[in-house]
């Protein structure tokens, strides 16, 4: 069975300026564990950025302790973008009150964002990566990432289809260029501009992606993600 991740408050938080109810957040992680969904991705760690925006743009780890402990069989997590990354803010996955650190970067930082995973997971974090604006990756993007030899330390390597333009067989080419240069368990993010956020991430699963994201009522931007609902009737 394919493995969820739920972005809801972080991705859809472009929508809230990052600003939700503590009752909001048991009732969605409540929903999530119903539904057997994996991975809850709650925000950012980014401290970068101090514009008034909510907690769930920088998830301190005294901020999130709260939901953590109540997280059921959740996996939480966090985001953090490459070009925002500072390492005095990941002290020790041992200590955070976080699962999973999903790295997000766009084909320019690729070689920055595998130097911070190799640092996330020497601070015993686990680690994934999104590949932000695949459309763009050039052979030279393809060439740093198969001469990596820490592939074996993600839990998984995402996809995202961050503008919302691609279409499923510019995702298959995609999708088969990053098998053959040894990633094993690929993941998929949809936007759905061009309303193929469901089509593209089923043809993600019939390539055998290792998990997809999803949001409640298809929250986010770049005309939304895969809503959960959606997707439930199509598959589930």
Known sequence: MIKL???TTRDGGYCTNWIYSDEYIYGLMSDLNK????FYEIGYR????????GDFYYCTSDFIERFYNKKNNLKLGIMVDTKRYNEKDFVNGKKDYVDFVRIAAHPDRIEDTLQIAEDLNR??????????DITNLLSEHYEILEKWQNKKILETLYLADTYGILDSQGLEKIYKKIKGIG?????????????CAL?????????GAYSIDITKDGAGINGG???????????L
């Open 123 to 132: 601070k015993n974090y686990n680690v994934m990566i999104q590949l932000m």
């Open 46 to 53: 980014n401290y970068y950025d101090r514009n008034n925006k």
């Open 183 to 195: 990633y094993n368990n690929i993941s998929f993010h949809a936007h759905n501009k061009k309303q």
């Open 199 to 207: 089509s593209n991430s089923l043809k993600a699963i019939e390539m």
């Open 35 to 38: 539904k057997n969904i994996s």
């Open 5 to 7: 991740l739920d972005c």
């Open 225 to 235: 993600n895969l809503s959960y609902s959606e997707f439930s009737s199509a598959y």
